[in-house]
């Protein structure tokens, strides 16, 4: 969980990437985190990163009672 947490940090503050390619690799990781824990270390990020996907994404994880708490993190933390 380590790495992943190091690899979040790394996405969401790399000046290479997009704000697209943030999302991607984001998604990318959500999608491979082995469970709650794991996607709840993703989600730390998705509030970083500025892109409407990102926002639709974490509004689509709200019926997800387990990671409710860090989604409402992640949109408070969202902006334009």
């Given at each position: 969980m380590l790495?992943?947490?190091?690899?979040?940090q790394v996405v969401v503050v790399d000046?290479?990437?997009?704000?697209?390619q943030k999302?991607?690799?984001?998604r990318n990781a959500f999608n491979i985190a082995s469970g709650n824990d794991?996607?709840?270390?993703v989600?730390?990020?998705?509030g970083k990163v500025i892109?409407?996907?990102?926002?639709?994404f974490a509004i689509s994880l709200m019926d997800?009672?387990?990671l409710v708490h860090e989604t409402e993190a992640a949109i408070m933390e969202y902006r334009i």
């Amino acid at each position: 969980m380590l790495a992943l947490r190091g690899y979040v940090q790394v996405v969401v503050v790399d000046e290479n990437f997009t704000e697209d390619q943030k999302y991607a690799e984001i998604r990318n990781a959500f999608n491979i985190a082995s469970g709650n824990d794991e996607q709840k270390i993703v989600l730390s990020g998705l509030g970083k990163v500025i892109s409407l996907e990102a926002l639709k994404f974490a509004i689509s994880l709200m019926d997800k009672s387990e990671l409710v708490h860090e989604t409402e993190a992640a949109i408070m933390e969202y902006r334009i």
